[in-house]
Structures are given as structure tokens and as C-alpha cells.
């Protein structure tokens, strides 16, 4: 065989080495989608089944070296050093690659059978469906591996392939277009199907786009994209009744539970705790390792995240390993043996995709942008009256003042102060779950590691190697990688 087979961008490796492919054999499904039921079935699979904690953490500024007695994992190890991570199993940018394209796969051959369909009008939610969950695998793309969304630039930055079709050929080349363009094609999907949502077909609403997570969503799809009346918009619509504090993860309500950092992880990770506004199932050993491994949390970098601005955030519970490795129990591991007997298999999470949580701080974040420090500070004040056992608001809220000396040795501008304190707040909320990455990439932030000796290692503003490596296999698909 001369030429290799490209399937939607599902790089070669994780589709075997016959010359009979996908493409060359219509799956089972694409004549049975004949229904609304059958194409909301399909759309289970519409959403990434990778996960990005353990690249994520590993590359931010939460970790550290930690002990030489942890585990050594690659995918914690390499991106620890910013260093490519090679493998393609789970946890890597290959695997998140392949499983973003595949959840892409399913949103389109969705979107195929009901173009083809007699009655459209009665796959309307289901159309919804597809259209926002095909943005989101491309937004989690191009936010991982091009360059984030800067109004500057984004018109010649490299993106990711927007694909929209199934494909019905075997060998396809791809661009990699804009930023810019895969930019405007999220905000083409996402528009066009949020209308079309219709929440009560959900059996457990949490497992899928609801109007809810699809405002969530755009809520940080405007925040990267600095629209900051859009961010405000979609926040509110999200909440109309602007109940945050109700509907947050109740870490108050966790106490000291009798199963434990178990028992705490199993309710956050549930889809009936309120705070989870969209929920998937992903293959992943980051519940397992990551707590462990060489670079990861110590007790001094933990206490320090979880106390920010000088807050006592004590409704956070921590725990630790040996006394070594500390961690905030939020990923609780579903272990799927190959078979009966087997003692191997794979893991998975319930990971937490979209939060209340976030959908706040989104806002207060625009808020502070847009110059409404006091709107912002009440936004921020929501969340830590939430996260205090003892809170009392005269005592604990934060202040104009109490921000502004608090970072007054970093900056004299309040409107960077401001920034600063919701940075913190918002890493120690979602500390151990990708998110605080996300906002280094978004805002160009300077991250510095120490290795075991002590050495300092920099990842500039705009460094390369923020950017994940495309799978190689993929410019047999006509697409250039990152450069290095």
C-alpha cells in the first residue's frame, strides 16, 4: 500500500495497520439513524472521551517537584519539562486528538442523517445537539494545540481542521486554516444550536448539552475570544434567577464523610451535584496517578493555592498519600476490566467539562475588564461565602482595598489587582482539574518549574512549547505541526 489512510484526522496509530479502513465500510449505523431516538443514541459519543488533566496540571504552575518516590509517568514527566509527550495512550495529546476527532465523527454522521431525513423538524434537538458539541471538541482543539485566541494575530495563527462533514473517501487532506477562521465556525455551531436545545429530552441532563452548559460554554468560548458583554450575557442567561451560591459543588455540604477522600471525590464527580452543568465519561488514569506522581502538589504549594488574597477557603478538604502527596479528592476512578478474569483494563472519570463555578467567575473576570469592580467583587464574593465554614461576610468578603495591598507589590494598577485576586480564587477552585492551564495559555502567563535540584526552568509568554504536538501521523492528512 503507497498511500496510508486519514479518517477525520483520527491519526493512523489508533486505527490499525489493514488497508480496509473506516471509510472503505459504512458502519452498521449510518442506514439505521432513522429515528430521533437512534440519533440521540449516537450523540452519546459526540463528546471528546480523552481527558487533559494530567498534560494540563502537569504544565502549569500548580505542581512541583515533589518526591523521587512518586510515580513516574511520562505524560506527567514530559509535560512537567514541556516536552512532547510521545505515546498515544491515554492522558496524551494523541489520544485527546483522536478521541476529539471521533466525538467530531459522531456529531457529523448525526448531522448527515437528519439533512437526509423527510421530517427535519422533528430532529430539531437533536440537530441542536450535534451543532454544539461539534463546536466544543473543536474549541477544546484549537485551545490546546494553536495558539489561543489574541485579535492580533489570530488572522494568520495556524488553527486546527474544522471539519463538518463525514467523510466519504478514503485518503482527504485537511488545512489547518486560522485561529480566526475555526474561531468564527464555533460561533457559526454554537449560535445556530443552542436555539434548537430542548432540556427535558435528557434522562440525566447533566450527560449532555442542556441550555444551561450550552450558556456555560459560551460563556468561555467569549471569554478567550475577549467579548466581554457576551461573556456577561451568557453567564445570565445561564442563571437567570442569579442563584449561583445555590447550585455551586457543595463542598460545605461535605463534612467529614465516613468513606472519606472516596466518598468526596464519587460526589463531585456526580451528576447530581449541582455545580456539574456538563458531565463525560473519559479514559483516563489521572485519578489514580496523578496525586502521585514526581511533579505534582506538595502540602506547602497546596495550603498556598487554597489560601488566596490571604482567604481561609477551609470548605476545601485535602488529603495526602505517605504525608507526601497532597490533593483536593474531585476524580474518582471507574476500573473496566478487558474481561472477566482479567487484572487489567482501563480506567475512566465522570469528568466535570462545565461548572457553575466557572460560569461566575467567567463573569466576574468580564466584569473586571469592563471596569465594574463592584459587580466583579460581588461575583467573587459569591463563590468564597460558599467555600468558608466560618464565613461572615464583613470579615471575609473581599475589598477594593484588601485586593489592592494584598497585590500591591506586584502591581499599583487596580484593575490588575482585581485580576490577580480572581486568577486565584479561580485556580484554587478548580486546582487538579486542567482549568488553571487554560487560563495561562488565554492571558500569555509566564510559568516556572524547578526541577529535582532546585534549578529554575521558564516557559516564556509566548513560548512554543505551549502549544500540544500534533499527532505526526496527521500530515499524511496534508497538515503541518507545531513548530518547535
Not at 208 to 224: E, M, P, V
Not at 349 to 370: C, K, P, W
Not at 373 to 393: F, G, H, K, P
Request: glycine share 4%.
Amino acid at each position: 500500500m503507497k498511500k496510508y489512510t486519514a479518517y477525520l484526522l483520527i491519526s493512523i496509530a489508533s486505527l490499525g495497520t489493514g488497508c480496509k479502513k473506516y471509510l472503505e465500510q459504512a458502519p452498521d449505523q449510518r442506514t439505521k439513524l432513522n429515528t430521533p431516538e437512534k440519533v440521540s443514541e449516537l450523540l452519546v459519543t459526540a463528546y471528546p472521551s480523552g481527558s487533559y488533566i494530567m498534560l494540563a496540571e502537569a504544565m502549569s504552575d500548580n505542581p512541583s517537584f515533589n518526591s523521587t518516590t512518586g510515580y513516574d509517568k511520562p505524560e506527567n514527566r514530559d509535560a512537567y519539562f514541556w516536552k512532547d509527550v510521545e505515546g498515544t495512550g491515554q492522558d496524551t495529546p494523541n489520544n485527546y486528538w483522536n478521541d476529539c476527532y471521533a466525538a467530531i465523527a459522531a456529531a457529523n454522521q448525526a448531522l448527515d442523517a437528519i439533512n437526509k431525513i423527510s421530517d427535519p423538524q422533528n430532529y430539531s434537538a437533536q440537530k441542536g445537539e450535534a451543532l454544539v458539541a461539534r463546536a466544543y471538541a473543536h474549541f477544546m482543539l484549537v485551545t490546546f494545540f494553536s495558539k489561543c485566541y489574541d485579535p492580533a494575530t489570530a488572522a494568520t495563527d495556524p488553527g486546527i481542521p474544522y471539519v463538518t462533514t463525514p467523510e466519504s473517501i478514503v485518503l482527504k487532506n485537511y488545512e489547518r486554516k486560522t485561529v480566526t477562521y475555526v474561531y468564527e465556525q464555533i460561533e457559526k455551531d454554537l449560535l445556530a444550536g443552542i436555539p434548537l436545545l430542548k432540556d427535558e429530552q435528557y434522562r440525566v441532563p447533566a450527560y449532555h448539552f442542556t441550555h444551561k452548559a450550552a450558556y456555560a460554554f459560551a460563556s468561555r468560548f467569549y471569554l478567550f475570544k475577549k467579548d466581554m458583554a457576551k461573556v456577561v450575557q451568557y453567564a445570565g442567561l445561564a442563571f437567570p434567577a442569579n442563584n449561583f451560591a445555590a447550585n455551586v459543588r457543595p463542598w460545605l455540604a461535605f463534612g467529614s464523610p465516613t468513606g472519606g477522600s472516596t466518598e468526596i471525590a464519587q460526589n463531585m464527580s456526580s451528576a447530581a451535584n449541582p455545580g456539574n452543568l456538563l458531565l463525560c465519561e473519559t479514559s483516563s488514569w489521572a485519578a489514580r496517578n496523578y496525586a502521585r506522581t514526581i511533579y505534582s502538589l506538595s502540602q506547602n504549594r497546596l495550603n498556598s493555592i487554597l489560601a488566596p488574597v490571604g482567604l481561609s477557603l477551609n470548605a476545601y478538604k485535602s488529603y495526602s498519600y505517605s504525608s507526601t502527596f497532597y490533593f483536593v479528592p474531585k476524580l474518582y476512578e471507574h476500573f473496566v476490566r478487558t474481561s472477566i478474569n482479567a487484572s487489567t483494563g482501563v480506567g475512566y472519570l465522570m469528568q466535570s467539562l462545565l461548572t457553575t463555578e466557572e460560569v461566575l467567575l467567567n463573569r466576574a473576570e468580564a466584569y473586571i475588564m469592563q471596569g465594574k469592580y463592584t459587580e466583579a467583587l460581588t461575583d467573587m464574593n459569591t463563590l468564597i461565602s460558599t467555600r468558608m465554614t466560618n464565613y461572615v461576610a464583613a470579615s471575609s468578603n473581599l475589598t477594593e482595598t484588601k485586593i489592592t495591598t494584598y497585590y500591591a507589590a506586584k502591581t499599583e494598577d487596580v484593575k490588575q489587582a482585581y485580576l490577580y485576586a480572581l486568577l486565584d480564587l479561580k485556580r484554587a477552585e478548580f486546582v487538579e482539574e486542567g482549568m488553571r492551564w487554560m487560563d495561562i495559555l488565554r492571558l500569555k502567563m509566564t510559568v516556572t518549574h524547578l526541577d529535582a535540584n532546585g534549578n529554575a526552568m521558564e516557559l516564556a509568554a509566548d513560548d512554543k512549547r505551549k502549544l500540544w504536538q500534533l499527532p505526526s501521523e496527521v500530515t499524511l492528512a496534508g497538515l503541518a505541526q507545531n513548530p518547535r
